[in-house]
């Protein structure tokens, strides 16, 4: 992956970055230079103008580190803060990805 013209807007650059392959909010907040909780809000909006076009933001999600527990939600963007079932903060990143 390569990093992204800054002169774009955040959210446009945020979906340049998906459409250049999959990656995980850590991955998309080093190479367009924001933050991951800005990633965070971004996305649901890069998910909505994709949509408009026929394609769709696909996510991998979020599971727990120490029980394996999964995060079924499809449309969780943000990291959960903890597991439900074991109470562990450490989560496996998601993966988001764009399809269509
Ligand atoms: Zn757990």
Redesign the pocket.
Known sequence: MKPVAKSRTPRRRVEEILLNGPATIRDISQLAGMSEKDVSSHLPHVDKSLAARGQKLTISPY???????VFESKKRFKKPG???????ERMEEAVFQIEG
């Open positions: 599971s727990c580190v120490s029980c394996g527990f903890r597991c439900p079932k074991c109470k562990c």
